[in-house]
């Protein structure tokens, strides 16, 4: 089927913990086990996110960009400091006037593929329903939305580029516009909310607004991407968990959270070691880097029942597609509450979906090559 993503990392999770890759030269070893990677995630003395900006990124982001993002790449206290001053922001998808913004915007959406014969998901559905919703999360213009949509689906990556540098000054020329546009005419955006902010008794700088700007659009772009595409993807292989979905509403939130765990739209995210130490009995340096291998925690088979299954029934899901600890994702209520309308309006306006031709999105890390989503998806949406 489509929609169904294999575990490249089972053997070495269970033979010795860890994977290997080179990242540009700056090596990384993949934490695979979920209790090895909870462990790490929430030990930030000795596994730093607070690096050299761009590092703790895999693949490594040095090279394009110098502006840390902000909270992302900043270790406690300071990171509470930002985490406080933002977590009001981001909580706003639980707000009841925010969900019926968004659910006006998928429906249209959704309204719009089923008059067509043939829709690509990736660029025509996907792409539109999350750069549509991000002006929801900064309160901004909806016309915004098609510049976002021009950009594609990753702000840093262009086909055949895992990293383009002049790619990303694109996304950083345009926030610099928008920020100091606001400066000159405050409103109700993020921009004007942050320029009036403080942290510590002071005013936050220009890179660190641009900082938590630059976060903000490129950690949840080709992640909800993936998610929303993935599900289409299997609700086109499973019309019976569709109709489940219909028949049993109160599903929704489990269904969400077990897709998220099963897709792991984000493989790791990695961290920088400060001292000699041991990870799954094995010895890494200091000034080295590791990984948290969320995709790998997310099918560990002595968490999770039959874990390369989907089961909307699940009843223990401790996954970590959202990270974990005090690093867990700043944007994961907006995207859960995407995940959360998509269902209920998929179950409610589609009776099937029809795949027509895919081609894989398929990641390389060392050894491992792991399905992370789609190139390509065309399907028709049935009424």
């Known amino acids: 089927m489509k929609s169904e993503f294999s575990d490249p990392f089972e053997e070495a999770r269970k033979k010795t913990g860890l994977g290997h890759i080179d990242d540009q030269n700056d090596p990384v070893a993949m934490i695979l086990r979920h209790k090895d990677v909870r462990k790490t995630a929430h030990n930030w003395k000795t596994y730093q996110s607070s690096a050299v900006p761009g590092r703790i990124v895999v693949p490594s982001e040095v090279n394009i960009r110098d502006i840390r993002q902000i909270p992302f790449e900043v270790d406690p206290p300071l990171h509470k400091d930002f985490r406080d001053l933002l977590e009001g922001w981001f909580k706003r998808p639980n707000r009841e006037e925010y969900q019926k913004t968004l659910k ?15 829709i690509e998901v990736v ?29 594609g689906t990753h702000v840093f990556r262009s086909e055949g580029d895992s990293l ?14 928008k920020i ?14 942050l320029l009036q902010a403080e942290v510590n008794g002071k005013k936050l700088t220009h ?3 641009k900082g938590i700007m630059i976060l903000t659009f490129a950690g949840g772009r080709d992640t909800v991407i993936n998610a929303v595409t993935n599900t289409v993807a299997y609700f086109a292989d499973h019309p019976k968990s ?3 979905i219909k028949n049993n509403p109160e599903k929704i939130n489990k269904a969400v959270e077990e897709l998220i765990r099963y897709f792991s739209p984000l493989t790791h995210m990695g961290r920088v070691v400060t001292e000699d130490t041991q990870v799954c009995e094995h010895a890494v340096k200091n000034d ?22 989907v089961n909307f029934d699940r009843k223990i899901n401790p996954h970590v597609a959202f990270g974990f600890s005090h690093h867990n994702c700043l944007g994961a209520t907006h995207a859960r509450q995407i995940m959360r309308t998509l269902l209920q309006l998929l179950a409610d306006k589609v009776s099937s979906i029809d795949i027509i031709d895919s081609r894989e ?23």
């Open 123 to 151: 660029h025509d559905f996907s792409l539109k329903l999350q750069s549509r919703a991000l002006t929801i999360l900064l309160n901004t213009e909806y016309s915004e939305s098609d510049t976002f949509i021009s950009w």
């Open 164 to 177: 383009d540098a002049s790619k990303a000054n694109v996304l950083y020329d345009y926030l610099d516009a």
């Open 104 to 118: 006006n915007q998928v429906s249209n959406l959704i309204d719009d593929v089923l008059s067509e014969d043939e």
């Open 180 to 193: 100091n546009g606001a400066r000159e005419n405050l409103g109700e955006d993020l921009y004007s909310v």
């Open 242 to 244: 569709l109709l489940d």
């Open 288 to 309: 080295t880097r590791v990984s948290l291998c969320w995709a790998s925690a997310n099918r560990d088979e002595t968490v999770f029942e039959n874990p390369n299954q």
């Open 361 to 383: 999105n398929i990641e390389e890390w060392g050894e491992f090559k792991r399905k992370v989503g789609f190139h390509e998806l065309k399907v028709k949406f049935n009424k």
């Open 207 to 209: 890179d660190e607004i």
